[in-house]
């Protein structure tokens, strides 16, 4: 009968990691022709390290000490690349107060009476702080698939960090899968165009670039009107995306509130898996019709 092909999918992909919130969803699963996936965690690891730090107008240890300082109250993981590199060195004796987040832009505070902050290179231009150096040292990183930051304070361009964030082994195994599914994948990130390119590039996705948390929900809007979307992320920023999909798919080391939002998560944070979803939801379908 239908409850009971729908429960015994239920609870095979529960079995598996493939957590479902009932049968709509697996039928909505079922009809998914478009995959969007966040990078930040989802793709890749979630886990930057820092690659280089270079120096503009301070000494590689005011670079990270700023940084740190700014980042002190942030959960970003751009954010805890830096602490955890600062602490290693030592360097944690700066402090900011007022300090808030940027979202998809960075984080601001105030150091020794002076306004300080850590940002994408969009933002460093909005303020005006770049110069040609800055701009191609930047540019250069960005082509290697880095993110970077660039640090500002005491009323000057302090210098800028790159961190790599290494895509999931699995990751470009899953985007051949999918399209085996005839299942179309395309990646959505904050990240700089160049770094987005570079990791798409290696993992064989589209991907649409430098999109504030709100674009994200617009993307997957547009996509919507195209096709049954299925949107895989783990970020607290993607709540809203999550919800804006036909399905949405928590990676399971995301935050709860990703958790709450999805109709769906995946525990054993797997990109294969999403495939394995849609298949699983197809067969179900198959033995209802
Ligand atoms: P993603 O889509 O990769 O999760 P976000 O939307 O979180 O990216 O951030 C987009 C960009 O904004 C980052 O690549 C970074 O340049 C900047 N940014 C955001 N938060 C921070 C932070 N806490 N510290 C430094 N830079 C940040
Ligand atoms: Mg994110």
């Known amino acids: 009968s239908v409850p009971a ?10 079995r598996r990691g493939l957590l479902m919130k009932g049968g709509a969803v697996i039928e909505a699963a079922a009809a998914t022709t478009h995959v969007a996936f ?14 280089d730090v270079v120096s503009v107008s301070g ?15 942030s959960s ?36 020794e009476g002076e306004p300080a902050w850590v940002g994408s290179p969009r933002f460093a231009e909005e303020r005006g ?18 993110t970077v930051v660039a640090v500002f304070g005491l009323s000057k361009l302090v210098g800028l960090i790159a ?33 987005a390119a570079a990791i798409s590039d290696g993992l064989g996705i589209d991907y649409r670039a430098e999109l504030m948390p709100e674009d994200k929900v617009a993307a997957i809007r547009e996509m919507t009107s195209r096709g049954h979307v299925m949107m895989v992320g ?42 394995s979803k849609i298949r699983l939801s197809r067969a179900t379908m198959a033995n209802i019709r």
């Open 59 to 73: 000494s590689e240890t005011e670079v990270l000490a700023l940084a740190a300082a700014v980042e002190a109250g």
């Open 163 to 195: 961190l790599r964030d290494e895509p999931r082994e699995d990751a470009a195994r899953a985007v051949k899968q999918l399209k085996a599914l005839g299942v179309s994948s395309v990646m959505l990130t904050g990240d700089n165009g160049r770094t």
């Open 234 to 275: 783990d970020g607290i920023n993607d709540a809203p995306a999550l919800a804006s999909a036909h399905v949405g798919v928590a990676m399971g080391s995301g935050t709860d509130v990703a958790l709450e939002t999805a109709d769906a998560a995946i525990l054993r944070n797997r990109v294969t898996d999403v495939a």
């Open 76 to 111: 970003h993981p751009l954010a805890e690349a830096i602490l955890s590199r600062a602490e290693a060195a030592g360097i944690t004796s700066l402090a900011a107060s007022a300090a808030k987040a940027l979202p998809g832009r960075g984080v601001e505070g105030v150091i």
């Open 38 to 51: 966040d990078k930040t965690g989802t793709l890749t690891h979630g886990r930057p390290r820092i690659t």
């Open 5 to 14: 092909s729908i429960a015994s999918a239920l609870s095979s992909g529960s």
């Open 129 to 146: 702080v770049f110069d040609d150096g800055a701009r191609q040292r930047a540019a250069s990183l960005e082509k290697e698939g880095k």
